[in-house]
Each structure stands twice: as C-alpha cells, then as structure tokens.
C-alpha cells in the first residue's frame, strides 16, 4: 500500500514522538525495530547498513546487527492511525487526516504536490504542482500528442510540422485516369497493376502464361478476352497438342525398339496406329474440358474482381489476426463483440476456437497489444466459460520500451443495464516468455481461463449478452511513478 517516501510530520509531534524515527526523526514508515530498542523506517535502517551487516545505533550507539532486525506492526499501525498535514501545506493545501488515507488517496491526488510532466520518458523535463502540470501537458509541453489535420493520427507537438510536410494522407490526383482526393497510400493501391482499380493503368493479359503477350490498360481488359478468346483457346490448345506430341514420340520411339528386336514389325505398326487414335480421341475431349475450363477461369477471373473492390478499405478479417492499424493508443479497449451465438457454435465444433481484437496500445509509443477470446473456454474454463487473454504483439517502439511488459491489466464484461461490470485484474509474470519483447508477430496470449461463466450470459434477460453482442473493456495501467 505506501511507497517510501520521507519528510512527513505529524500534528502534534510530542504525542507521537515514540513514532519518529531515530534517524530521520520524520514519522514512521515501514517501521523497523533494531536489538537495542530503537525504532527507524526500512529506507534509513539499509542507509544505516549501506553494505555491512552492522553498524552502530544513531541513539544509544550499540552495535546493531542486521540478523536481529524485525518488522514492528504495532508501530506501524500506530503510525497510519496518526493525524498528519499534507506535506504540501505551505504551497497551499490544507488537507488533514491520518497517515494510511495520506498514502492510499490523498497524495495521488493532492493538486499542490510536485510531480513532473507525464512525457517525462520522452524528454519533458517540467516538474510542478498537479494542477499546474495538467495545463501543461495539454497546452505547453513540447512532447504532447497532437491530432494531424491531414492523416488524423496522432503525433508529437514538436514533431508535428515536419511530419505535416511528409505526410503520408495529403491528397493527389491519379495521373493516367484523373480521380481526385487520393492518399498517397490509396494512390499506390489503386495503381497497383494487380489489384488496382485504375482504368488507365497497364495490364498484362491474364492468359500471358499460354503465349498471349498482350499489353493493354485495365478499362480494355474484358473487351480483349471477349474478342481473343477464341485466340486463347487455339494457344491452349496448341500448347496441349505440343505436349502430347513429345510424348507420343517419346512412345512411338519406345514401340519402335521393342519391334525390332522382336522381329514384328506388322504387329507393332498396327499397335502403334491403335494407339495414336486413342490418343487423338483423348486429346480432343481434353480440348473440349480446356475450353470449358477456360470459360470458368473467365468467370471466376470477373467475380475475383468485384470481390477484390468489395475488399477495398477493409482493415480486419473476422476472426483472424488482429488489424495492427492501432486503434486506442491510451491503454483502453472497448471490443464489441457481435454474433456471440455463432462464435460460440463454432468454438463448441471446434471450426475457429478462438478470435482477436482489434489491436490497441498502453500509450501512443507504448506497448502493442491485443485481445484473443475463446467462446468455449480454454484450459480450466473449457466448455463452461468465455476465456479471456491478452497477447503482446511486435510494436513500432519495441527496441526502446523496458521488458517486460509488467504493467497490470483488467478486464471488464461490461453490463448493459445497470452497470454492475464483471471484473477481473492481473499482474503479468515477469518470468513468463508471454510478456518479454516479441521475437514473432505476437507472443502466446496469457490471462484468465475463468473470464465470464456461460450461464451468466446465455440466461433470459442477460445484462451482459444484448441482441447478441457483448462488450469489453481492457484497461492497461499506466506506468507512472510510485505511489
């Protein structure tokens, strides 16, 4: 519950004096009481010792010997039980109470306590007041985050103006068919001689494979497979008459040896007219089942199209990895999740057992990280609960961020009528590879098996499950100082 901290008086320091501590002579924290009597806080009993294993007392200046120290409980709930000032009484602050409601709620939120700026890991070297740093932060610091008028991402102040000079999102027009209001990424996509949408962009035929060297722009495509098809067709079938005439001649050559040293060559000769017009029935049925073929590649070719410019946008597959086009960059994520009747069905056939969120991160140059759901459960929550984890996935910032990744993380299943939250919290296993530097795409998720019983959500009326969805809400701990 308390950090080290020092520099802490009580009220009345005459009542409370067998409450100081001997070396500091500021009031108690974790206290330790030495062989001889004497009382000091954990911090200036190890600056006491520093390396050595004794060291003689402040007060009496018997030997102290570090074997014989022992936690003092007793002095220690006697100290949170004392009344004390905010130690930030001259800049202001007039708050009293008792040491333990100092610890637990006052001092983390106390608006005259110096603290210095969130963007401290980044450069800000500003320290000041609460209330003066919160103004700071999101007007004056150098380091905050700004929203880009153009791309709409977010990125630091001072950073800003060169970034809106390379900008990746300004807007240009197609050069070859003229539409206009294009990003440079969309650009290059719809240039794209694959799976670009330009009309005016050059194209090869799709049969360049069976001989058709044709270049044309992409608006001509389907008036030249219209008019060549027949021209298609005789390649294919010219190259499959290719084919099976090396390998007649491979065959005639083979039966040719054979005869003669039998010394038949009548019944070879009959034998091999048997077989070539065998061989001309076989190819002509094989020329029938290419024409057809060909017929379904052109449609399939055409249906791959509206599917490609139906996909155009799209930054999520279903169920498959997560989009790593971050969304939520303060370390929280609302997932809604729909359909939760067919995710289910499929985990309990085991078609897809489990499925990702979105991507999000701790902090605009935080740590990646993500979601995985298993309807059915896994592990210990196996066809009795919805698991829930959270899997680290490889970041932008990953080369500079400390690991692992220690930070504690809730997950909340968020009730839609009366706000009464299922809620469950962890603290990552330092130890665990899940929450080192990701070495692949993302690390093995690890969290809660037993997230939400399944007769807490199927039931008539679930605050939980509403028109088939859910929602859920991950908030990841910031990472400030101590408190």
């Not at 039966?255 to 070879?268: D, K, V, Y």
């Not at 590879?433 to 690890?446: D, E, G, K, L, T």
């Amino acid at each position: 519950m308390v950090a080290l901290v020092s520099g802490i008086s009580p009220v009345n320091p005459t009542g409370s004096s067998c409450l100081l501590c001997s070396a500091c002579r500021f009031l108690l924290i974790k206290p330790k009481q030495t062989e001889c009597g004497h009382r000091y806080c954990t911090a200036c009993l190890e600056n006491l010792f520093k390396t050595q294993n004794e060291a003689d007392c402040y007060v009496c200046q018997q030997k102290v010997l570090r074997s014989k120290v022992y936690h003092d409980r007793a002095a220690e709930n006697d100290a949170y039980a004392t009344k004390i000032q905010c130690t930030a009484y001259r800049e202001g602050c007039d708050w009293t109470g008792t040491l333990r409601n100092y610890l637990r709620t006052h001092r983390a939120q106390c608006d005259f306590h110096v603290v210095p700026c969130s963007n401290v890991t980044f450069g800000c070297e500003a320290i000041g007041p609460r209330k003066k740093m919160a103004a700071h932060e999101t007007q004056e610091c150098e380091w905050r985050m700004e929203l880009c008028p153009q791309c709409e991402t977010f990125c630091i102040h001072k950073l800003l103006e060169d970034h809106i000079t390379s900008c990746a999102k300004q807007k240009e027009d197609c050069p070859a068919c003229g539409q206009a209001n294009l990003t440079k990424m969309d650009l290059e996509k719809h240039r794209n001689p694959q799976h670009g949408t330009c009309p005016d962009v050059q194209v090869s035929c799709p049969f360049k494979e069976i001989g058709c060297l044709e270049k044309l722009r992409r608006r001509d495509l389907d008036e030249h497979l219209r008019a060549a098809q027949q021209t298609h067709l005789l390649q294919m079938l010219s190259l499959a008459s290719g084919l099976r005439g090396r390998e007649l001649a491979a065959g005639g050559e083979t039966e040719t040896e054979t005869a003669g040293t039998q010394g038949r060559p009548a019944a070879a000769a009959a034998a091999k007219t048997d077989g070539l017009e065998r061989s001309v029935r076989g190819l002509r049925q094989e020329l029938d089942e290419c024409g057809q073929a060909i017929e379904a590649l052109q449609q399939k070719c055409r249906h791959y199209e509206r599917v490609i410019l139906g996909l155009q946008g799209e930054q999520e597959v279903p169920g498959g990895r997560p989009s790593l086009a971050a969304g939520s960059t303060g370390g929280v994520l609302v997932w809604k999740v729909t359909q939760f009747a067919s995710r289910l069905l499929a985990a309990k056939s085991e078609r897809r057992l489990s499925f990702y969120s979105p991507a999000f991160a701790s902090h605009p140059f935080g740590y990646q990280l993500c979601c995985r759901m298993y309807p059915n459960g896994d592990g210990s929550g196996k066809g009795t609960h919805v698991s829930l984890f959270l899997a680290v996935v490889r970041g932008e910032y990953d080369g500079v961020l400390p690991w692992p990744f220690k930070q504690k993380v809730t997950f909340l299943l968020l009730d839609q009528a009366q706000q009464r939250h299922v809620r469950e919290s962890f603290s990552p296993d330092v130890l665990s590879s899940s929450f080192q530097r990701p070495r692949s795409h993302m690390n093995v998720a690890s969290g809660c098996p037993t997230f939400a019983r399944h007769d807490l959500l199927l039931r008539p009326h679930s605050p939980y499950l509403k028109n088939d969805t859910l929602y859920i809400k991950v908030l990841i701990d910031p990472a400030g100082l101590p408190q």
